[in-house]
């Protein structure tokens, strides 16, 4: 199991899965202090009133100066509103249909209802 989780390149804080005593390495800075299962490390030094990322989402903004290892939470996180992009695919294109013959399909049969299955089988 990974002892510490981030799902984005661009989060400056991870979270810990197990809590890590001082001087814990993760990834190329060591914990300052201990941090309790399930919170937050910062990765990079994060200036007084600059976004927390994680989760690629601003979780908050730093109260005060965080450096790289410190343990990130209510003491040094304050909550403010955020403008927040609300669009989706933003990037989608238009894509041409792949021909009749050409599609995937599976050795199934239709049902009475108009719905699909498979046959099962269990071999011993």
């Not at 990974?2 to 804080?13: P, Q, T």
Request: overall charge neutral; charged content about 25%.
């Amino acid at each position: 199991m990974n002892e510490f989780i981030r799902l984005d390149a661009a989060d400056n804080v991870v979270t810990v899965t197990r809590s890590m005593e001082a001087g814990t390495a993760i990834e190329a800075v060591r914990t300052s202090s201990m941090v309790p299962r399930g919170h937050k490390v910062a990765t990079a030094a994060i200036a007084r009133g600059e976004a927390v990322r994680k989760y690629a989402q601003i979780i908050g903004f730093a109260a005060s100066d965080i450096a790289a290892g410190d343990h990130v939470h209510t003491h040094n996180l304050e909550f403010r509103n955020v403008e927040a992009s609300y669009e989706f695919s933003t990037d989608l294109r238009p894509v041409s249909m792949v021909p009749e013959a050409s599609r995937d399909s599976f050795m199934g049969y239709r049902r009475a209802n108009g719905s699909v299955g498979t046959r099962n089988y269990i071999a011993v």
